[in-house]
């Protein structure tokens, strides 16, 4: 027993609503049909914008966000006090966050500037570029929740939180770079509280006045990419089953996103362990 609601929003928004009973139990899902083609429609990441540490409800970060039609949830998060996003995050072409460490098991949903979207596994690694030194240095975590004894190249921005990590007793020796908003490095600090660069190396790989980018190597081949949001498994490609990559146990509210041949894009939402918990 099936029964669907269909809900246009505008002439080429449409919402389905879709409660299925299977006697004993039953099946309740939403369907949000967005035609790309469009070029009133786009796609964006929201986020808690006075901080990507801080957790939000979709609600909230919806009803703070103006013109917009629907939202729903991405990705998976490292729970741990500050929170961080388990896949990138790409605003405006801008990197916000790294990819999931882990290639080939949590894939991203990448939107280009004429509205055409992608699923794909990019490389584990933020490509920090030294434009005055020539040099590229990989780092595996930008914008992440990490333990105290880290010690890898990490990158800390505002859009995260407007502290450093600082020195603790496990890393006493942690250096950091303070970069300007102008990308041009302005101090560099050892021993003192605050990021995570190992500061015996630290002089000859960065100096005042060095100019920096960070990007992924994705966005460098392909310019035109404005936004990524981190997500799961790819399920379908080319109309083909794909492996699970990432397998998630038990019953739960998901979301799925898909892309048609005519450039619609399919938002899918299902409750789980509550009652309308999409």
């Known amino acids: 027993d099936q029964t669907i609601y269909s809900i246009p929003l505008s002439s080429s928004i449409t919402l389905k609503k ?9 099946n309740s899902f939403n369907m949000l049909e967005v035609d790309l083609n469009n070029p009133n429609n786009s796609i964006d990441v929201l986020f808690n914008t006075t901080g990507l540490y801080k957790t939000m409800s979709i609600s909230d970060t919806a009803n703070n966000t103006p013109n917009l039609v629907g939202a729903v949830n991405a990705d998976f998060f490292l729970m741990q006090g500050f929170t961080s996003s388990i896949g990138a995050i790409v605003k405006n072409g801008r990197v916000l966050s790294s990819p999931a460490e882990n290639y080939g098991k949590y894939a991203s949903m990448i939107v280009t500037s004429d509205n055409k979207v992608s699923f794909e596994y990019i490389n584990p690694y933020v490509v ?3 434009e005055t030194q020539n040099k590229d240095f990989f780092v595996t975590a930008m914008n992440k929740v990490l333990s105290d004894s880290y010690n890898g190249i990490t990158i800390r921005t505002s859009d995260y939180s407007y502290t450093t990590l600082g ?9 950091e770079i303070i970069v300007g908003s102008d990308n041009i490095v302005k101090e560099i600090r050892v021993g003192q509280t605050y990021t ?3 500061g015996k190396d630290l002089a000859s790989k960065f100096k005042v006045g060095d100019k920096l980018n960070i990007s992924l190597d994705i966005i460098l081949k392909r310019s035109n990419i404005k936004t990524i949001i981190g997500g799961g498994s790819i399920l379908v490609k080319n109309g083909e089953k794909t492996p699970i990559t990432s397998k998630i146990p038990g019953k739960a509210q998901r979301t799925a996103a898909a892309i048609t041949k005519d450039n619609k894009l399919i938002l899918f ?9 999409s």
Request: charged letters at 30%; aromatic letters at 6%.
């Open 18 to 26: 879709v409660h299925e009973n299977y006697g004993n139990s039953y």
């Open 128 to 130: 920090l570029r030294n």
């Open 269 to 277: 939402t299902n409750d789980g362990r509550l009652a309308n918990s």
């Open 196 to 198: 995570n660069i190992d």
């Open 167 to 175: 020195k603790n007793d496990k890393n006493k020796n942690r250096a």
